[in-house]
């Protein structure tokens, strides 16, 4: 076919493919940029219209940049490292690739960065052909894909496992000020699931755990690392640590390399566990960022996407359908409170999202009860699904009659005149809180907890000194582990009190002098 002019269509063609191919490379020039302005860890570039958010940028000196932050004319990007180098004029190239790490099995037992850079002096970190790169930010799994939350994950502490059980799959918050054992709780948990994870049994699961340090001391991780090698809980545990030295880009994004992980453990199809220590100084490190980015501010300065920031963060803990593998994520994250106030801005976002709450009160720390959980306060919404049958038949009675003797107990401080039924509830309450404290890094396994409440519960130590609880526990649960036909074996095996057990459990707190009020 000709055209008027002698042109034929294969030209027509050919021109078009030559305009196609310069747009494109026009596309691809515009993809590299110049930075106009480089300080505190972010750097806005221009020229990078084809940018996208999360997308990783290269920058001179071998630095990476993540996009946080797309304008009309400019882009504003978080630098992944050391940022002094970096000036005005500085040659800023998008990468086409969005951030993503490196899931394996060799990470357990290490120590990393957000990067996944190893810091524990143990050398690089041996690659795997299961290996799987794992995108840093991923849409939460839908309803259909999730199934409900019913195996329980215990903690070794006596007050959580019988009054705030924890499902695997759940998110509970663990809330309270400064220095009155969140850290402890979480620890304890880790430590008990490599305890568990020694003694499985046929169709039981293990438990990784993974600990994320957000803004904490180099030292204080150095701790805790520390005391999970010396309760030989390193090797099932992974921990990330973006310290308070480390920028406020490395900070924000810790977390998420934490979920990145333990999505790909939780495609393997096992259970996992992971501890955000802790997302109050993850919501100051993005408001940092944020307010460097020139963004417009809201309540306490915090950007107006900061309960979409936790929410995306922690819909990613889930119980996956049977069809996709049946593996967890249970999520406790941690926020520290001023003065109690947990009505404050980011406390309230985070207990909106979460399953339930553990609050930790200052006045029982240091009133010597530890944990110093506050029953009134305290929620778990997954509940008793997530407990096993003889532990419901225990504890059943356990948080109304807890949260009534430290009503009375209040009320009692202003008159002596009680009536017998007053002075039983409140021996009673005394008996059982002193029974629910318990030492750090002690994990107590959850038939030796069971046994322990019955006693309680049943009033064998309502006639029992309180300085000598402890040791009374202890010589009930020595002279069951003694008989021939261990009772603790079989409510761990049968997860159940059934009348014969009962009758053992009685005769033996009988042998050892105990007697019911």
Known sequence: MKTNKGIDAKTIAAEIEKQISQHEN??????????????????????????????????????????????????????????????????????????????????????????????????????????????????????????????PLQTGLKIIDALLPIGRGQRELIIGDRGVGKTAIAIDAIINQSKLNSNLTKGEKQVICIYVAIGQKQSKVAQVMG???????????????????????????????????????????????????????????????????RRPSGREAYPGDIFYLHSRLLERSARMNDKLGGG??????????????????????????????????????????????????????VGGDAQIKAMKQVAGKLKLDLAQYRELAAFAQFGSDLDEATQKRLTRGKAITELLKQPQYQPVPVERQIAAIWLGMKGYLDNTSITDIAKTENDFLQALSKLKENPLSVIKKEATINENIEKVLAKTAQNLGLCLP
Request: charged share 15%.
């Open 26 to 151: 026009q596309q691809a020039w515009q993809n590299s940029g110049r930075i106009i302005s480089a300080g505190d860890g972010i750097v806005v570039a221009s020229g990078l219209q084809d940018g996208r958010l999360s997308e990783l940028v290269k920058l001179p000196g071998n630095s990476i940049g993540l996009i946080l932050s797309l304008g009309e004319n400019e882009t504003g990007i978080a630098v992944l490292g050391p940022s002094s180098h970096l000036q005005a004029g500085d040659k800023a190239i998008t990468t086409g690739q969005i951030l993503s790490v490196k899931g394996s099995y060799n990470l357990l037992g290490r120590v990393t960065d957000p990067l996944l850079q190893p810091i524990d002096g143990l050398g690089q970190i041996a690659s795997d052909k299961h290996d799987q790169d794992m995108p840093v930010e991923k849409v939460a799994p839908g309803v259909i894909s999730r199934q409900d939350v019913r195996t």
């Open 227 to 293: 005391k999970l090698i010396e309760n030989q809980s390193l090797k099932s545990t992974i921990i990330i640590s973006a310290s308070a030295s480390d920028p406020a880009s490395l900070q924000y994004l810790a977390p998420f390399t934490a979920t990145a992980i333990a999505e790909f453990f939780m495609d393997q199809g096992e259970d996992v566990l992971i501890v955000y220590d802790d997302l109050t100084k993850h919501a100051w490190a993005y408001r940092e960022l944020s307010l460097l980015l």
């Open 328 to 381: 967890s994520i249970t999520a406790l994250p941690i926020i520290e409170t001023q003065a109690g106030d947990i009505s404050a801005y980011i406390p309230t976002n985070v207990i909106s999202i979460t399953d339930g709450q553990i609050y930790l009160e200052p006045d029982l720390y240091y009133a010597g009860i530890r944990p110093a959980v506050s029953i009134g306060l305290s929620v778990s919404r």
